[in-house]
T-cell receptor, first 111, second 109 residues
Framework: EAGVAQSPRYKIIEKRQSVAFWCNPISGHATLYWYQQILGQGPKLLIQFQNNGVVDDSQLPKDRFSAERLKGVDSTLKIQPAKLEDSAVYLC?????????FGPGTRLTVL | GQQVMQIPQYQHVQEGEDFTTYCNSSTTLSNIQWYKQRPGGHPVFLIQLVKSGEVKKQKRLTFQFGEAKKNSSLHITATQTTDVGTYFCSASGTYKYIFGTGTRLKVLA
């Protein structure tokens, strides 16, 4: 069974630029999560989708971050404009039950 | 906001020694999950605890959920170098999936 796919794996941008991350969850997983993991910290949930509906986005900085999950499968997370403090690994996870399967993450560096 | 604290933050042990990490919440939890993240890797699900006082074992790993469902522990017996990594608890309660601060384990051969 294929795991959660994410791209790109690495991205370096300058502050105030825009960036987008893509996630393809495990086939059949209705729930999809985006996490931000800053170096040395635990993952922080940004947004949770159930199919193509948002379940929780209380920790998503909506002035600069947006996410969508069209057709309830793939998802994209966008940051516009980026700030230095957005440097982190962005993890996508999916689940069928409560067990979350994580992708390899996208490491974002904002200069 | 709501936080899930883990102690210790770091632990260095000699191979063969035991290791325990503790996860504490100020509020009652619906369930708790444990994940392991290897250096440079992504979190991998280990187990979920749901019931008050629940104890589950996976080979050398023992997981406990407190009677009040506010704390949990992960104990590794006779650590091996393959146990190296950061162990996170992830709590679900009135808030959604808050990850703990993690305990970074280093095993010295």
């Amino acid at each position: 069974e294929a795991g959660v796919a994410q791209s790109p794996r690495y991205k370096i941008i300058e502050k105030r630029q825009s960036v987008a991350f893509w996630c393809n969850p495990i086939s059949g997983h209705a729930t999809l999560y985006w996490y931000q993991q800053i170096l040395g910290q635990g993952p922080k949930l940004l947004i949770q989708f159930q199919n193509n509906g948002v379940v929780d986005d209380s920790q998503l900085p909506k002035d600069r971050f947006s996410a969508e999950r069209l057709k309830g499968v793939d998802s994209t997370l966008k940051i516009q404009p980026a700030k230095l403090e957005d440097s982190a690994v962005y993890l996508c996870a999916s689940s069928l039950t409560s067990e979350q399967f994580f992708g390899p993450g996208t490491r974002l560096t904002v200069l | 906001g709501q936080q899930v604290m883990q102690i210790p933050q770091y632990q260095h042990v000699q191979e063969g020694e035991d290791f325990t990490t503790y996860c504490n919440s100020s509020t009652t939890l619906s369930n708790i999950q444990w994940y392991k993240q290897r250096p440079g890797g992504h979190p991998v699900f280990l187990i979920q605890l749901v019931k008050s006082g629940e104890v589950k074992k996976q080979k050398r790993l023992t997981f406990q959920f407190g009677e009040a469902k506010k704390n949990s522990s992960l104990h590794i017996t006779a650590t091996q170098t393959t146990d190296v990594g950061t162990y996170f608890c992830s709590a679900s309660g009135t808030y959604k999936y808050i990850f703990g601060t993690g305990t970074r384990l280093k095993v010295l051969a």
